[in-house]
């Protein structure tokens, strides 16, 4: 069988053309996913700053939590934490007690920016600089180059890659900016890293007094300790003892290379991101291979009928055909697996890029080049082409011999009932999730995940029933094509006779459109309904901002400012929670933001549902219907969340409120969250002014001024407050654009091989007195029926599941649908089909009819 198997891909290389661009994409894209994978997983920096201590003690970066199962099962979740944890300083005297430990160095870092002119001043990757105190260099690789070290609390030392960026030399002044406006420092000296290294990290040092002034009250945590152990000392030895006394302190031991974690906080983060991104993607374009993928197995194993009933008349078994099928399977999806894995590289550089442009990932995210995700993409490969060869041939394998030659003559009249029976079970299935949603329209997580299964449920469905919908659809439409002359009425005789060939260009139609448009159209809500929330709940009408954001006291100051009602600043940062989903329980990082209670009325109306704003205090808690559908949570429950540095809160849900695409999930008392988020400030401060004079105006403008690089502006922009959505839309923008690609290639080969195929048709219709033109528009017209029947059924089967993402995202059952996105995806996809049909059939159109009448299949 491995011998025809061969001989049959050589000689009939044109009919595995579709599968094996479709596996090549397929490879392509799950190799580029399975580097990535590998690259959140494996993600890890060397240290700078910690480079030299062997052993460091620091804060946990995630949270793990038990969660349940539907099945009652426990299991250990993770969450990064977008913030850094902080240690107590009374933990030295412990570390420093440990048998075999030499000494412990304290590290104490605050985020600092440093204006220079009218801009920011920043580090290497946009991030700003920290100052950390002179005692902790001796933790890492920085050397003096010139100048001393910082003397009292008003020196500091700057890396010499900084100084460059700041125009800064031995002696100048510098100002620098944390929690206050600007304080002025004198540089005492430049140091460097060893190797003359640029750091990732920006960093000034300066002594505990002088971080004292930038940041009163920060003195009695930490960001870690830097742990030396004693001569003849293994740090693995010093590191298991280590890790019996900080049982209970939410503290980590972190060596070799895992110390770049402890000092680089936003790996975690960006792993986890990317983790989750590349699963996604993957998942899609490897369920949308399947489908497409069986779609053109399929057409092109009924092209060869004629080949499969002579093989079974003249003795070959099911068994045979189906291990020759097999064997040519496994063939194209391993050549198409290799040489799709280098495109795969390109693949994963390209969205490295994009994902590090659009602050998914960090900056300096570079991807990790293993052959793991390679070897896993070509026997995903193979497999998928194996899976879909095996499901496409069932059919041909078990016809009798005696009625072979027979069927190969023509399409079978009617669908099995095997598939028939399937079919109708996959509609009452999709009947009753979308019921279910309709009963769940007030719990929003339950929405989505009923959403999210119902387009699958309906997409499959379409696939087994496509051949039924298919010759309903040119039931309907050929009798308008019929209409339009001649060449009309040939397309709609052979749409009607060739209902099979059709559906095989119709399903990744249909494919193509229902997933683009459920994913686009629930962007375009989410980004609606989020923009409308921030309109229509912002009572301030001025606000005052700054792209690292604001120093803590300036709300303080603005309310003080003669005209202004309230002013409060605003914090954002995550929590984290457990919630549940039809019966299963996940971690869930949750957005949090960060009020001043007594002037939340007057700034910012959330949409209050349920109990009272007004109560929110340091020990309560408000939660979005979002956040409370997904946590389980109403007014008066105890929630049992955890901030964004890890620390545990417990406290009283007080209120209920609507608009938290908006604004936030969750809603905590604004000291409390600003006191657990890494950089100590504001993201803005929103003010609510008596009757918006112009010297109220004035005043805040003068305000402004004082701390560099911030804004006075009339209202919060919507696109500001949404980057983050659309950060997150744009990457299922890609999912999409991967599916249309995808779905497109498999229309444009399905077409080419239909098209292909009628050579001899062509040649006969056109010695029997068809005109070029006749056949042109025969062509254009059957396109047309495609795109038609694709189009209408794709749009459809979005209707259902988009009704029931704008029930959860607006209460009502109608999505955002941009005209132009529509036409977008309907225009990309029939252009395609149109394409794969009429390029193909003018090229053989210069054929004459005499030697291609001649031409075998």
């Known amino acids: 069988m491995l011998r025809i198997a061969l001989a049959t891909l050589r000689t009939r290389a044109g009919a595995f053309a579709a599968t094996f661009a479709g596996l090549l994409l397929a490879a392509a894209v799950i190799s580029a996913c399975g580097v990535l994978l590998e690259s959140g997983l494996r993600s890890s920096l060397p240290p700078e700053r910690y480079e030299k201590a062997p052993v460091i003690v620091a804060g946990r970066q995630a949270v793990d939590l038990d969660v349940k199962s539907a099945d009652g099962s426990t299991e250990r979740s993770s969450q990064p934490l977008p913030e850094r944890p902080r240690l107590d300083i009374s933990l030295a005297r412990d570390i420093a007690a440990v048998e075999g430990v030499a000494s412990a160095v304290s590290d104490r870092g605050v985020t600092v920016r440093l204006p220079v002119a009218d801009r920011t001043v920043t580090g290497r990757n946009g991030a700003q600089p920290q100052a950390h105190t002179w005692a902790g260099r001796v933790l890492g690789g920085f050397h003096l180059t010139e100048g001393h070290a910082p003397q009292g609390g008003r020196q500091v030392v700057v890396d010499t890659d900084l100084a460059h960026r700041a125009g800064l030399r031995t002696g100048d002044s510098v100002r620098l900016m944390a929690d206050s406006t600007p304080l002025t420092f004198e540089v005492a000296g430049l140091v460097a890293l060893d190797g003359g290294r640029t750091p990732r990290q920006s960093v000034l040092f300066a002594s505990g007094q002088a971080l004292d002034r930038l940041s009163p009250g920060s003195g009695t945590a930490v960001d870690a300790f830097g742990v030396f152990t004693a001569p003849g000392v293994s740090s693995g030895r010093v590191e298991s003892a280590l890790k019996h006394v900080l049982d209970g302190h939410d503290a980590d031991v972190y060596t070799g290379d895992a110390r770049g974690e402890a000092e680089f906080t936003d790996i975690a983060v960006g792993a986890a991101t ?223 006779a060739r209902t099979a060939r059709t559906a095989a260009a119709v399903t990744p139609l249909i494919l193509a459109v229902s997933f683009a448009a459920t994913v686009v159209f629930t962007q375009t809500t989410q ?60 971690t869930v990082s949750l957005s949090a933001q960060g009020i001043e209670p007594e002037a939340l009325k007057s700034t910012v109306d959330l949409g209050l549902r349920e109990g009272v704003l007004r109560e929110l205090a340091p020990d309560t808690v408000a939660l979005s219907t979002t956040a409370a559908s997904w946590l389980g949570l109403d007014v008066g429950d105890r929630a049992h969340l955890y901030l964004g540095d890890g620390t545990a809160f417990s406290g009283q849900v007080v209120a209920i409120y609507g608009r938290g695409l908006g604004f936030a999930d969750l809603t905590f008392d604004h000291d409390l969250l600003l006191s657990h988020t890494t950089a100590g400030v504001d993201q803005s401060v929103l003010v609510r002014s008596v009757s918006g004079s112009a010297a109220t105006t004035r005043a805040l403008s003068a305000l402004a001024r004082e701390y560099p690089g911030t804004t006075l502006s009339r209202k919060p922009a919507a696109e500001d407050q949404v980057a983050e959505q659309r950060a997150t839309a744009w990457v299922n923008y890609v999912v999409v654009g991967l599916i249309i690609a995808y779905s497109g290639l498999t229309v444009v080969n399905t077409q080419t091989m239909n098209t292909a195929a009628r050579r001899r048709e062509f040649a006969l219709l056109r010695l029997t007195g068809t005109s070029r033109s006749q056949l042109m528009g025969m062509m254009r017209r059957e396109g047309l029926i495609v795109v038609g029947i694709g189009v209408v059924l794709g749009t459809l089967l979005s209707v259902p599941p988009l009704a029931l993402v704008a029930l959860a995202l607006t209460g009502g059952p109608w999505p955002a649908v941009p005209v132009l996105g529509w036409l977008a995806i309907v225009g990309s996809t029939a252009l395609l089909a149109l394409g794969g049909t009429m390029l193909p059939t003018r090229l053989m159109l210069r054929v004459a009819p005499a030697d291609a009448i001649g031409t075998k299949e």
């Not at 390109?346 to 994902?355: A, D, E, I």
């Not at 442009?357 to 082409?385: E, K, M, N, Q, S």
């Not at 989020?530 to 912002?538: N, P």
Request: charged content about 15%.
């Open 274 to 496: 990317v983790v989750e991104l590349a699963t996604a993607i993957g998942g899609n374009v490897l369920l949308v291979a399947v489908f497409v993928l069986c779609a053109t197995t399929s057409l092109a194993i009924r092209h060869r009928r004629g080949e499969m009933a002579l093989l079974r008349a003249v003795g070959a078994t099911p068994g045979q055909l189906h291990r020759m099928i097999a064997a040519e399977s496994v063939v194209t999806g391993l050549v198409a697996g290799v040489l799709g894995c280098p495109l795969g590289v390109g693949v994963v550089h390209w969205l490295s890029s994009q994902f590090a442009g659009r602050g998914i990932v960090p900056p300096d995210f570079r991807p990790v080049i293993g052959p793991l995700p390679f070897l896993t993409a070509v026997g995903a490969t193979v497999l998928t082409a194996v899976t879909a060869a095996y499901v496409a041939a069932r059919g041909a394998a078990r016809v009798r011999p005696t009625e072979a030659l027979r069927e190969a003559s023509a399409e079978p009249a009617r669908l099995g009932r095997g598939r028939l029976v399937t079919g109708g079970v996959l509609l009452a299935l999709a009947v009753c999730v979308l019921g279910l949603g309709i009963g769940y329209r007030t719990d929003f997580l339950t929405l989505v995940g009923l959403a999210n299964s119902l387009v699958l449920v309906l997409v499959i469905a379409a696939a087994v029933l496509g051949p039924l919908l298919t010759r309903v659809g040119t039931a309907l439409l050929a009798p308008l094509s019929a209409r339009t002359g001649v060449a009309g009425w040939m397309a709609a005789v052979n749409s009607r």
């Open 527 to 586: 980004l609606r309904e989020s923009a409308d929330e921030i309109r229509s709940g912002t009572l301030a009408d001025r606000v005052l901002t700054a792209p690292a954001g604001v120093s803590p006291n300036l709300a303080r100051r603005a309310a003080e400012v003669p005209g202004v009602a309230a002013a409060t600043g605003l914090v954002r940062s995550k929590a984290v929670g457990v919630g549940s989903l039809l019966g299963t329980q996940e």
